[in-house]
């Protein structure tokens, strides 16, 4: 009863920090619970919360990908190129930037599958290309002038909610349902538990691998999306930075960085916890290098408390 009840508090812990971070906040600054600022908040972690959908998937695999915030910078130039530059209507545009983002993570999957790359050293040159490939595209200058039912992706409202936090929402619906109804989720899983004995269960784990990275890629994509619409201009440094956002979300939610264990429901918590934070400290005029800083640490005691639990999982 009592190792249950224990079982309980570590599970639901990630929101307790939630609720106790977003108190700290609010009593700092009253600024932080008004509506607008509410608002902005959640138009903000949209776009992680997308990305992290996939990420989450690439650690259940004991993987990694950091070339997440080129996929969402290229797809953010690829989309505006298409739509101001080469005549593309906007749904074309925007399938056909998807289809990129997922061409990418295929692409990881390859590296890391097949040719047997470590995934930190392949995502890493996959970053560095698509990265330099968009400044090319975009000739290192922003790319604006879309159509105006473009802006209703990042930046409308269904009623009073957002329209980037719906998309969120579904996506993390979809992300779940994979994770936890479909064969697919048992396969992840498995994988990250142990190839070895998922190869020997019958379990293909080149081709889930190549799935899990395509997925990782085609949810980066469409945070790309958002954010171009959000932004409404397209910049060949619009995702600098954000595979280590994306990662401190997933790792913050208690997904293994080993793999084979963690939930959706907690990447949920991980990326309401760093949006807020982000947010209180831009109100409490924290400077950018101490954000950097404080995004530092928390991912290193979400990676230190894991790799505790490990320790003492296997004494």
Do not use: H
């Amino acid at each position: 009863m009592k190792s249950t009840a224990l079982n309980i508090i570590k599970e639901k812990a990630i929101w307790m920090v939630f609720v106790a971070l977003f108190l700290v906040f609010a009593f700092a600054n009253p600024l932080f619970v008004s509506s607008s600022n509410l608002f902005t908040i959640a138009r903000q972690v949209a776009v992680l919360g997308i990305a992290s959908i996939g990420m989450t998937f690439v650690i259940l695999i004991a993987g990694i990908d950091l070339s997440v915030g080129s996929i969402i910078t290229l797809v953010n130039v690829v989309g505006a190129y298409l739509m101001v530059n080469s005549g593309f209507g906007m749904v074309s545009a925007v399938l056909v930037s998807l289809l990129v983002g997922m061409l990418i993570g295929v692409l990881n999957g390859f590296l890391i599958s097949t040719i047997g790359i470590s995934a930190i050293i392949a995502t890493f040159a996959t970053q560095t290309v698509f990265k330099g490939l968009a400044y090319i595209l975009s000739g290192g200058t922003p790319i604006y002038g879309f159509d105006e039912r473009f802006k209703i992706i990042g930046q409308g409202y269904l009623g009073p909610v957002p329209v980037p936090v719906i998309i969120m929402i579904a996506c993390f619906a979809l992300g779940s349902f994979i994770l936890n109804k479909s064969y697919f989720g048992r396969y992840f899983y498995a994988v990250g538990g142990s190839e070895e004995a998922s190869r020997l269960s019958g379990i293909l784990v080149g081709r889930t691998k190549y799935l899990v990275y395509a997925l990782s890629g085609l949810f980066a994509g469409l945070a790309g999306i958002v954010m171009l619409s959000r932004t409404n201009s397209a910049q060949p440094t619009a995702g600098l930075g954000y595979e280590f956002d994306v990662i401190t979300c997933v790792v913050l939610g208690g997904v293994s960085i080993t793999g084979g264990y963690g939930k959706m429901s907690n990447v949920v918590a991980g990326v309401l916890i760093i949006g807020i934070l982000t947010n209180g400290m831009v109100l409490m005029n924290v400077s950018t290098y101490m954000q950097l800083i404080v995004k530092g640490i928390v991912l290193a005691l979400a990676v230190g408390f894991d790799s505790l639990q490990k320790k003492r999982a296997t004494t």
